[in-house]
């Protein structure tokens, strides 16, 4: 199949935000107002303008105006618009003004939150679908560290992710316990004090691509929180560690035993004292541990947890196929 595509970004590289933005972003973000970045809906329409789509496909799409979408259709009749979120949009931290507002001009949406569903079509949605998270096999994958390298990243037990209170929570419970803890990203300011521990190693570093691979490749035990105020019961991490053929010990909920079986391809606990257990017994059985971790990441290949299938799967329904070529 051949595509052709155009690219809008709702971002600017390397954008160098001034403190004077930085306070005009809060205070729109404050009222829901969701600001361009890139002039993006003049970007859309001129593309409209001189292309012709089957297609408009839009990822999140917080600044993206209901006029904007209302004059696609009308330049384009036949193009479908697609929502595609790996957010909580329901959250007041996600959903814009334009957002809300937008979302019965939608042809589609998808949603990685099952809760969303339902929620997404009080609002308006007219047709709602919900997918799992995925890995980019470009990304996450087994990847060789150095023995230099592993200095750096590697550590018994390792988080990567954002400040949350109940993180805050289980990762000192941990260490108070005596287990010794790697954080990668977390927050600054107060939310980087209340980690101060001598078994926590705040690294400050938020990490990507290679970087966050070799994490997880140097890391015995990968710790997958999830988010309580997305009301996660799966998170990108979820698929993210596995197919990095990393060992994953994440909280117990239906969705994650559902991408992996317990035991077997992954472990989860219930609570922090489970969680304590867990760690202890996988540190001193690095074959049991390996073992399951290989199984986690043949678990991605086999189901297909990847985005290139599910962007497949996505485009067979948007376009009204059975099945489209993996080709």
Known sequence: MNVDLSLVYTYILNERITLVKKLYRAILFRFGIFPER?????????????????ILFIEKGLSIKPSTLVQAKK????????????????????????????????????????YNVAELKNIGAKNVYYFTNAYSQHVHRPIIVTEAEQLIYGYD????????????EKIRFLADNGIRIKV???GKGKKKSNMD???????????????YAKVVCSTKVNLCFLRKENRDTETTRSIEIPA????MLAERTKEHLDLFEEGSEASYFSSKEEMLEKIKYYLKHDEERTRIALNAYKRCIKSRYDYKQQLVNIFSIVLGYDAISNN
Not at 106 to 113: A, C, S
Not at 157 to 168: A, K, P, T, W
């Open 184 to 186: 990668w990203g977390w």
């Open 75 to 114: 330049l384009q009749p036949a193009l479908k618009i697609i929502s595609y979120t790996l957010d909580d949009m329901m959250n007041s931290n996600n959903a814009s003004f334009n957002f809300r507002k937008s979302v019965k001009l939608y042809d589609m949406l998808f949603t990685n939150k099952k």
């Open 38 to 54: 890139n002039r993006e809906n003049k970007a859309i329409i001129n593309s409209i303008k001189t292309n012709t789509f089957d």
């Open 244 to 247: 990095c053929r990393g060992f």
């Open 197 to 211: 521990h001598p078994n926590i190693i705040m690294t400050g570093k938020y990490v990507y691509e290679d970087e």
């Open 157 to 168: 037990v390792s988080f990567i992710g954002s400040y949350e209170y109940e993180r805050v």
